[in-house]
Structure formats: structure tokens, C-alpha cells
């Protein structure tokens, strides 16, 4: 797994390096030779390199000095003469640079700007980095839209110019970068709000050799789940395993109204690879779902008159699923006090638990202020999986706006913190989804903007269940086994963009490709283990 910091830790990151004898301007050199290196593969005849006041102005300085050397034409623009640089140390590399056989446009206008831009193969934005704050002050509010609207290609060094490296927010304009070239580690708003839009392909140049020796010593934002990190659950089935061995699931969902949430979830979680799946779901909608479900049991469950959840249904359910090796409760459930019911008396049961949708929905309406307030209410000694999107997150935290990744992963910390049990997981779910326990954040891989689809997160939750089922007796680390289900979704939609269309996906499609996903996922983990070449078997 990969590291990912917040803004702060990145400064003390580069405190404890210093101490190890590794000066900050070493460290700028080292950063402006990575970026040179990241540029030369590009194999560029004329570089237009983009500097600002500070210190990411700095690595750009030292990129353009070595790319001189190198016998590339290079242009540099400045906003100031390079002796008025505000910033010590890129004040000398500049100073440095100038001298060299590189061409200087200092507070260029848009047009010289323009002209410029057409003159280069590719563009290096050293504009702003993590010192950026506020709203983009001129100059560089125009050269960021000139830039844009010329669309060359853009390698951004550190972070995309515009994009707050703290939230991934971005106000006013960025810098849409090819590529990012990102020093020490990547920061968080990286992946956060804004950020994917406009980072590009992130590479990250460590630059400090001893690495491995410091980085824990500073706190990670997240870390990056990586496809040999979960290799371990792409294992084949060993050969004299029965249905039940594989792992039982209990989906307690649907109603009248939502039949289809129950069909997604439960079919997600037989792919999966639980070897027994069951629903119980509201009597008036069995049917329905036995109909969809040839191969899968639905046990009907007592109903209120909208065609939920009852009040008698809680003894039915809990009787059900003491016998399951994993329940997943919530999709389609409707918000009802017999369904508050149903989930609260799961949450007593010594079963694992995964709750989804409205099972959140239902607890988040049982607490006052946020689920934080009461961990009694969720604490427990069996596994507990949360799966809110961030409208659910928020209303289980008592409406705090959860609005991207950095704010979703305090909301979800709350809530593992309150309560402080290794076996609670909330899965916090949006374009860059967060897995997050008590002491890890994870990171899984991201799919396709086409799993912005509804019911996507009804075939996530049975992922999810059958996984968990399947692999429950061999988990050490459950924010682990969650990330794989969740980069199994991811390659879902990707198998199912390059099959119907990146716009044309529907959530039944990922159900039947969650055996492919299983395949991609396998390829990959070999592949960068080194145990597979080329484009896979
Ligand atoms: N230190 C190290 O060891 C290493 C550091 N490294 C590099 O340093 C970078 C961080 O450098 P940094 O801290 O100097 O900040 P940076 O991003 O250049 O910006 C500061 C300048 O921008 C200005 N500015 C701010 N907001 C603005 C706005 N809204 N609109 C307009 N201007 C605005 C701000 O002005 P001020 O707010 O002070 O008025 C100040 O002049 C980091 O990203 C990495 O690339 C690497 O080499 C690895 C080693
Ligand atoms: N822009 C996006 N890019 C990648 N994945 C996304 C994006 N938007 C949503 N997702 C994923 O799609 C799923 C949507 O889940 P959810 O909102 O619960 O859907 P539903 O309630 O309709 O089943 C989540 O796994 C989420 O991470
Ligand atoms: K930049």
C-alpha cells in the first residue's frame, strides 16, 4: 500500500528529512531532475515550463536548467525577475537558471502568452502547489485559462496549479493537467473533490532514497490500495469445498416499492462467490423476487401496509439470520419503523453485518444528532460493515456536509472512532471511495464515472456480502477484504463501459461481469507481482 498525505504531514515529512541530512534545497534539485525525467519521455523538442513565487516555482526552475543541459529548447516565464522571487530558495535556482542557455518572458501578456504556448510540445505548470490558498490572484488567474484553452500537454508538478492540495477543491480555475508529477507522496486532495478532473496520470517521485525509514513516521492521510495488496482473495476455490463452506449470505432487503434493490444485492453476492445466497424480504414482494431469482431461496417476511417491513418482522428476520455466515441488510427497505426494527435487532445478533442504504437511513432517524453520539447503539463484537454514499454519511452524522473525500473521511472517523472496535468498517462511497476503520483509511481503486448509476451501490453491497462470506474465517485486516470488494465493483464498470458504452451502463450489467472484474483484478495483482506479462492470460 502507498501512502497518502495531508498537506501538514507533507511539511513534517520534509522537517524529519532535513534531519536526516537531506537539505530542502537538495530536495527541490532532486524534485526539478524528476520532473526533467518525467518530461524527456515525452520527447519534447521545445518546453514552455510555467513558474509562480514559490517553491513549486522552484522545482520548475531547476526542471528547465536541466532540460537546457539536455540540449532542449526551453522557455520560462516568471511573473518577476528572477532576483525578486520572494521564496530563498527558488529565488537561487532561478537566479542559477537565468544564467543558463534558457529564454525568459517575465509577466507576459496573454497574447505573448498565447504565442508561446504554440510554440511548445509540451507545458510544465510550476505555477502553485500545496502553498496555494484562497481564490487565484492575477497573473495567474489568466495564465491558467490561457493555458487551458490552448489545451497542450501539461505536466503539473506536484499538483495541478489551482487545486487546493488540502481539500481538492477547486474555486475559481486549474490547471487540467496530462500528468502530475507529485513530490515525497501524493497528497489527498489529489483524490479528493475536483482533484481526478484535473490531475491526469499521477506519478509520484519519492525523491529521498531512505523513504521507507521515515515515512511512518508521519501520520497517512489514506493509503492506496494496490491490485497485489488484495491478492490474496483472488484465489481459486479449493477443490473440496461444499456450498456451505463457501459461506452463506442473508439479504434482508427490498419491499413493494424497491423489489429490485433485493434482486441486485442478493444475485451480486451469489457472483460473488457465497456458495448459499438467501433473501428475506416483505411477503407482498417475494414473489417478484423468486420469479427473478430462479436459484436463489426468498423467505417472506411479515409487512407493513405500505409493503414493508412490519412490526412483527424483527423476530423473523433475527431468527433467519443467526444461521448466515454474513447478513446484508438495507437495499430497497424503504424507511420504516418495522425496518428501524429489523436493523437495530441485527446489530444485537453475534453475526456479521453489512448495512446498506436504508438500514442507514433507519439508524441515522433512530440516534439524535448522529450516530456518534450512541456507539453503544453500533458497538459490537462482530464485524460490522457500514456502506453510506455521502448523502447517507452525512445524515448519520447528524448533517454535517460531507461533499468530498477529505470531509467524508472525518465523517466516517467519527463514526469508527466513537465507537473503537477493529471489527467496524464504514465504506464511505463516491468517485474516489473510502474505506475507513479505526486506525487505517484505505484507498481501493476507482471506477468509471458509469457506476454514477442507480442500483450500483445495491451490486456493491452484495459484493460485498459474498466476499465476506466467502472469506470471513481468513480475515486479519477487514478494511482489507472490503477494499477488494470495492476494486471488484470498480472493474465492473470498467468491463461494463467497454461493453455497453461509458454512458449506457446500468447496474444490472455489473452483475454478470463481476466474474470478469474477479479476472481483470487477478491479472493485474499478477501482473505487477511479476508473475504475468503483457496484456494478461
Ligand atoms: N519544501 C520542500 O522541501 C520541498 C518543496 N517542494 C515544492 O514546493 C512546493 C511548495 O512550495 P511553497 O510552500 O513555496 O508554495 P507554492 O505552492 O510554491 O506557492 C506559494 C506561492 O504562491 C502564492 N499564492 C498562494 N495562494 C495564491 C493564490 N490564491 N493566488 C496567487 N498566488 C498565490 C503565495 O503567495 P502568498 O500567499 O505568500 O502571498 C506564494 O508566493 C510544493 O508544492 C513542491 O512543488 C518540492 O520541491 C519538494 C521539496
Ligand atoms: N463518479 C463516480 N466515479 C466512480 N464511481 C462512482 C461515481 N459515482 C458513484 N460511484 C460509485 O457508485 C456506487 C453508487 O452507490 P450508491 O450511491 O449507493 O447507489 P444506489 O443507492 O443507487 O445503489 C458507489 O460504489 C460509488 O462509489
Ligand atoms: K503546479
Redesign the pocket.
Known sequence: MKPVLSTDEVVRLEDIIEKEGTSKAELMELAGEFVAQEVERLKPRHVLILTGFGNNGGDGWVAADVLSQKGISVDVVTPVEPDEIPAVLARHVARRTAARDVSLYVGPSRDELSALLEKADVVVDAILGTGFHGSLRSPFSIWIRTVNDASPVVVSVDVPSGLDARTGHVEDDCIRADRTVTMLAPKIGLYSGDGPEYVGELVCGELYEKMDEVIGDVEHAAEIVEPADIVDYLQHLPANVDKYSRGSVLVVAGSTQYPGAAIMAAKSAARAGAGYVCVAAPEPCANIIRLALPSIPVVGIPYDSRGSFGAAARSAVCDLAKKYSCVLCGPGMTVSAGGMDVALGLLELDVPLILD?DALNCLAKASIGGIDQTPEMYRREAPLIMTP?YRELSRLVGGDEVSDLVSAIDAAQKIVWAAGSDNLVVVA???T?AVVGVEKVLLPM????S??T?????V?AGILAGSMALWADQVDIWELLVSYAVAI?SYT?FAAAEEYGEKSVI?TDLIDLIGPAMHLAGDEALRSLGLLDGEGA
Open positions: 442504504a454514499h462511497k463516491g468517485p471511495t476507482s471506477g468509471p464515472a457506476l454514477a442507480a442500483g450500483s451501490g445495491d456493491l465493483h464498470g447496474a
